[in-house]
Structure formats: C-alpha cells, structure tokens
C-alpha cells in the first residue's frame, strides 16, 4: 500500500475513499465540522509525532489510513494512522501551510504563502510528483471542493474557482485579505474579509449575489446549514444571516472577538470558541446562549462533533471533550504545547495537534 520517502508522498495503490474520511477544512463544504463517526471518551494516546515545525489553526486532513498535516515550515507530511509511521513528506510549499489539505481521490491540493512563484498546487499521491501548480497570490484559506470545483480566497483580496485540472473558472475581487475559508452551498459560495465584508458569490459566474457588513474583521469560517449562515467576527458579534438575500436574522453579542469556525450540533446549535476561552452553544433559531464552558486559553481553532461529544483544543495546552447538550466535561488531555489546530476525527481515531506534534488518541482498552 505504501511506499516511503522522504522527499515525497508515495502510495502505491493509491487512495481508497471511505464515508468516514476528512477530506478537506471543515470536513465538508458547508464547514459543519461533524464526525461521521462517534469517538467517546476517555480517551488514550495512541503514537505522537513531532513535525519539528509550526502547526497552523487548520490544517489536518485523513483519508484511507493516512493523515495528511501541514505546517507553517511549507511542507505536508503522510502519516499513517496505525502506528504514526511517516510515509513521506513534500517540502515546496513555501515559507506558510496554515491550511487543510484537500484529497481529491489519488490528488491533493494544498494552499500556502510565502512562496514567490506558487501559492496552490495539486500533487499526484500516486505518481510522487507534481500534477500542476500555479501562482495566485498568498493564500492562507483552505482549498474547499464542491462537484470537482476548487474555491480559495488570497491575501491580495481575490476569491478564485479552479477546475480540478487548475485552470482558472472566475474570480471575485473581494477589495480585501482573505482570510476566511469559505462555505460553498447550492450555487452560492461564503466568506469574510478582513474589512469586516461577508460576502456572497455566485458559483456559477463569480459575481456578487449579496453582501453584509460587519463592525470589524471576519476571520473566521462560515457554517452553512438550512438557507442559513452562521459566522462570528472581531466585533464580538455572532450573527445568523438569509442566505438568499443576506438580511441578519439574529445576532448575538458575546463581548470577544470569534477567529473559531463552528460545528452544527444535533440541527439545533452552533458551537464556536472565542478569544476569551469560552466555548458557546448558541440556537440556531434564536441565538440565545445554551451554554458556555470555559477553558483557560484562547481558542481560535473550531471544535468538531461526534455524536453527543464536541471535542476541540485551547490555547490551555489541552483538547477537550465536552457533553454538546449540557456543556459538561467529560475528558481532557494536556499537551505539551498550545492548542491551536481544529481536531479530526476519523473512525475510532480523534487527531490533534499542539505546537508542533500530531497526537492520536482512541478509546482506552479498559473503558466501559
């Protein structure tokens, strides 16, 4: 199955898609961060790998028994989720990979800055070499996939849509960084800008369907889910939009500023962190508070669901699993570094990451 090397990423019999895959930032288009699979805790460590490099607020992604990470030292590394045995790694993407892999089938695509002549590129998993790779601008947002469509915003404010073969369909000039990955939803496609924009664009010709203003930055990732969009900003602000005309339907103010994406729980919440280490449950008819839990560090990274479970890490050095209907405790894990990265989970397999290793926890052997 696979084949190691240092100076790429081999797999011999190339990639296999299972329904319980991670395949991109979010774990779908619409960025609802829900596990097809339901890990409880406690939880124990399984293997740990240390990449020697910066690991990014988004950037894990699993496929067919291996993990797929990059980190802000430009490379991506194979992983294999068995016994956290490298596969390989691949070392040109530039100076900053603070994003999620995207696998498409034996491709992946992988966005970066820092790199004076490319900032997106597709690499073949089963031919160990470069399938296209093209210059954009500096990217700090994942590549999200929709009907063999590529979607990612750049630093120089331009919204791209890409075939798979790389070849540019349209862009929008956003005016702004982009630093928000985006949802793509029917034929509309999500995002924020750091001058507080929210923007919808038409998938099928690039031009602008509707646009919010928000009081300050828009880092974090949309959530889409019933003709709705669900984002929080840097004005403190977490706000419930029509995703047909772009009216607000509610907002909530929660007095710190939102970088975290967010996961849908049960169709009935939103869960997001703030600066502040609280992590919220708001309505998602309403926006009043369900719950909060506090950590003791700043979460930037969005948590990811699993059943009853909401599992994600703080800037505490800890990963948490917490009950999502009560905001309850169940189990947590101190690492050595901060955690800043969004959790996977793949199976019965839960990947987090601190400064600079991926941890893999699975269920002790002695749990009831």
Known sequence: MLAA????????????PHENDWIMAGGSP???????????????????????????????????????????????????????????????????ANTTPLIMGNDVIVTFAGDKKYSIVSYSLIGAEINWRKKLGDIQTSPIMKDDYIYTGTLGGKFYKLDKN??????????????STCVVTGDKAVFG?????????????????????????????????????????????????????????????????????????NSSAVIFGGVNGNLYSLNIKDGSVNWKFHSYGVITASPVTSGSNVYFSSYDRKIYCINGNDGKELWSYEMEGKGKTSPVIWKNFLFAADDQDIICFTRKKDAK
């Open 166 to 179: 790389g070849k540019i369909i349209w862009f929008f000039k956003a005016g702004s960084p982009i630093h």
């Open 30 to 96: 619409e960025q609802q961060n829900i596990s097809k699979s339901i890990v409880n805790p406690p939880l124990e460590v399984l293997w740990s790998y240390n990449l020697d490099a910066g690991i990014g607020f988004s950037a894990l992604a699993v496929s067919d028994e291996v993990v797929f990470v990059n980190n802000l030292q430009g490379e991506m590394y194979g992983i294999d989720v068995s016994s956290g045995g490298k596969i390989g790694q691949i070392n040109f993407l530039g100076k900053d």
């Open 5 to 16: 090397g240092c100076s790429g990423i081999n797999l011999s019999r190339g990639i296999v």
């Open 193 to 265: 800008t750091d001058k507080g924009n929210i923007f919808c664009i038409n998938t099928s010709d690039g031009s602008k369907k509707w646009e919010y203003r928000a009081e300050a930055p828009v880092f974090a990732s949309p959530l889409a889910f019933e003709d709705k969009i669900f984002i929080g900003s840097d004005d403190s602000n977490y706000v419930c939009i029509d995703i047909n005309s772009g009216s607000k339907i509610w907002s909530q103010n929660l007095k710190t500023k939102i970088f975290s994406g967010s996961t849908l729980f």
